[in-house]
């Protein structure tokens, strides 16, 4: 592991906002933490880019200022054109000159806004706003790229283009962490946390955690609960034989992420 | 199954734009319908249409039968995707609140939220508090329901409860619209509605959308390499896992390959609903 969480704990209060979490980013590669609001995927990367110290565990981190990070609910100054955000930004990271520009032009391009270097942030739609911020956290390079939501309530074409823009930095050997509530985007991750309550349920590649799904997935028709750890998909129900013997009438089914996700969940809670 | 509501060629023009145009879309009893499309497609235009906030500049739109009307609205129920919550009041003070809003004051508080009826709406996890705006949405007994997100941000628990109410409620003869961007939430649905530039593009099941449709995957030990040769060249690739996703054909993706002498394999495979989604919203006229 280059950089990332190992067995780290955070304490909020009386309760273990992140309760002994591994989490590796390693470089050219794309690591998804998945979780519900309040699962601690936030506390996740605050630790990983050194905004909260954990209480124990150890944190590997690249400098300060090899780090590109955006926050949840912001990554750009709205009152700033595109321009003055890029600019801006560049100042602060001590670019400049023709390699600043160079770089400028290519993110400006990259995000589709090379047209409109002169409109306000507010004034672009939230996808906009969203694939102008993961530029801004690129401009300088970095080493590791830290991404809080960057597609939450952006519609699935903004979403595609932010993927793109992800991956992109992925290929150019950048190491990147991205925290989702999206289940079906850890399918995009080459390693997957899937985070409930401050632990990791399930982690490893997305192959690797549908592999280590235990017992067996069935399907079934009906308006009636077929057994008690079984949950609705469409008109029908998902059942989960932890034995892995499926009752008579179920169809066996591959799981899914979606599934792997609930029976992950449901395992916890037989533990308990 | 009798229709709830109907848009039959709706559509709505402010000033020059036309936000909806000419769109066909129904809701039956026990139906969970999905309402798809990216941000600025017509979609909160057509629900405003469907509950009466808004008249259509043409084409008709029928509420329980009739033009929606505040008495239509009364048998209908809403959950924005911001809850719409009192978050200083408690779970039996909005309760209280929505109740005599509806002027059913005596209905009891449900059992599957009464257990937090003393904390404050805004002190629940978001999972406890989209269940208790679903139940509130549901005090007067809907008829159809509109719901926006209505599990997004939910742990797998929560979300999986929150599945069983909605069909609960669907399979007691409820009706129900989904506006949402999350493909979990889609495939969920019945049925989908996907709409792009106010015009509805496509609408079936899932896998009716999704069709034939291909993509072409690409593995190779050199993931990063294999990125950059198809996204410098032009082609929307997308990362998936340890493989590659390209829309577009295995011979023009292989050719590229070989000709870079890249070692790969190539496969064709189905699209996801996502991927199926993107390539008809971002090219309409090839839907």
Known sequence: ??????????????????????????????????????????????????????????????????????????????????????????????????EYHRKAAQIAERVGLAGARHRLGSQLSGGMQRKLAVGLALLHSPDLLVLDEPTTGVDPVSRAELWRLISAAAAEGTAVA?????????????YVVLLEAG?????????????????????????????????????????????????????????????????????????? | MEVLTEARNASRRFGAFTAVSGVDLLVKRGEVVGLL?????????????????LQPSDGLVRLFGSPPSLEGRRRVGYVPQTLGLYAGLTVAENW????????????????????????????????????????????HEPELLVLDEP???????????????IRYTADRGSGLLVTTHNMEEAEQCDRLVVMADGKVVTSGT??????????????????????????????????????????????????????????????????NLEEAFVAMVSTPAAA
């Open chain 1, 1 to 98: 592991m280059r950089w990332g969480l190992e067995d780290v704990r955070v304490r909020r209060g009386r309760t273990l906002a992140l309760d002994g979490l591994t989490m590796p980013a390693d470089p050219s590669l794309v690591t998804v933490v998945v979780g519900g609001d309040g699962a601690g995927k936030s506390t996740c990367l605050d630790v990983l880019v050194g905004l909260v110290e954990p209480d124990a565990g150890t944190v590997r981190r690249p400098a300060k200022e090899r780090i590109g990070y955006v926050p949840a609910t912001a990554g750009l100054y709205t009152d700033l054109t595109v321009q003055e955000n890029l600019d801006f930004t560049a100042e602060a990271y001590g670019l400049s000159g023709s």
């Open chain 1, 178 to 190: 991205v925290a989702t509530t999206y289940v079906n985007e850890a399918a995009r991750a080459a």
């Open chain 1, 199 to 272: 632990k990791a349920l399930a982690s490893g590649s997305p192959d690797d955690i549908l592999d280590a799904v235990p017992g067996a997935v069935g399907a079934i028709q009906g308006a009636e609960r077929p057994t008690p750890r079984s949950w609705r998909r469409g008109a029908g129900w998902r059942v989960w034989a932890p034995t892995g013997m499926l009752p008579d009438g179920v169809r066996p089914v591959d799981p899914d992420f979606d599934d792997a996700v609930v029976i992950a969940a449901l395992a916890r809670q037989r533990e308990r």
């Open chain 2, 37 to 53: 499309g990216a941000n600025g497609a017509g979609k909160t235009t057509l629900i405003r249409l469907l509950l009466g906030l």
């Open chain 2, 96 to 139: 209280a609140f929505t109740a005599a809003a509806f002027r059913n004051v005596s209905t009891p508080i449900p059992e599957r939220i009464a257990a937090w009826k003393h904390e404050l709406a805004g002190s629940l996890p978001l999972g406890t508090q989209r269940q208790v705006a679903f139940a509130l949405a549901l005090s």
């Open chain 2, 151 to 165: 599990t997004s941000g939910v742990g797998p628990l929560g979300r999986a409860r929150l599945w069983e109410d």
């Open chain 2, 206 to 271: 899932a896998a009716e959308i999704i069709g034939g449709r291909k993509v072409t995957e690409v593995r190779c030990k050199d993931w990063s390499r294999a990125f950059r040769l198809l996204d410098a060249n032009g082609f929307s690739v997308q990362g998936h896992g340890p493989a590659l996703r390209v829309a577009a054909s295995a011979a023009d993706v292989g050719g590229l390959i070989s000709r870079e002498g890249l070692d790969a394999t190539i496969e064709v495979v189905a699209a």
